[in-house]
């Protein structure tokens, strides 16, 4: 290395460019050393959330085997086989999922105004839906797949008519109704709002017992 990129190492050093994934993986440090010590940082931490080896290569642009061979060292067991997701008939099986997509999304989106590498941006992402959600249904892996499907035009932003929220949905399918709210109203009397007592089997409930009767009961006088 030479006396420039000494100086330059330290000074990214010191200003935390190159930093972790934690502190702004910047893509502008051009000093090798600070590039290897990204990348390594990058893997470490995507390995710890339970990306796969597959995934970890192809956002830092590590090698398979080195992949393979870091997530065996951390894990103490070889990485899962298996592709990585391609469609969204797993998403679509839950309202809860999808409403979980959505917040990734908009995560996705706020990220995607800094300057941080794929990685650094995933990274960012999938930590802070867990901060955010008490049971995470998404694992890294999906999370990950979440923007490739509204990129690919498979997904489309769309607006609530109920709380005017943008969600995501399949491109083509108007709902007029985010996943929250389709949830929200799932549990709740559609003609008096109150809440519905949550049935572990049987017929799904539309309406309360009080409404119920009232729509059996017959009219004062018409009776024989």
Known sequence: MSVDEKSQASTCALQGTHGGPGRGASKGCRVEL??????????????????????????????????????????????????????????????????HATLVWHLSQRFARFDGTPAWQLINVYECYCWQ??????????????????????WEEQICTVCAIRYVAPTGKQANTCWGCRLYHRYRCRLCGVALAVRPKGRYRTVCSACQRARHRPAAGTGP
């Open 133 to 154: 959600v008490a049971e995470p249904l998404l694992d890294i892996a999906r999370v990950a797949f979440v923007p490739h499907l509204v990129s690919m035009q498979a």
């Open 34 to 99: 600070c590039i290897q010590s990204r990348i390594a940082e990058e893997a470490i931490r995507l390995t710890q959330l339970g990306a796969r080896a597959g995934l970890v290569s192809q956002l830092t642009g590590l090698e398979k085997a080195a992949s393979n061979r870091l997530y065996r060292q951390l894990n103490g067991r070889p990485s899962p086989p298996g592709q990585q997701p391609f469609t969204d008939c797993w998403y679509l099986k839950q309202h809860r999922r999808m409403l």
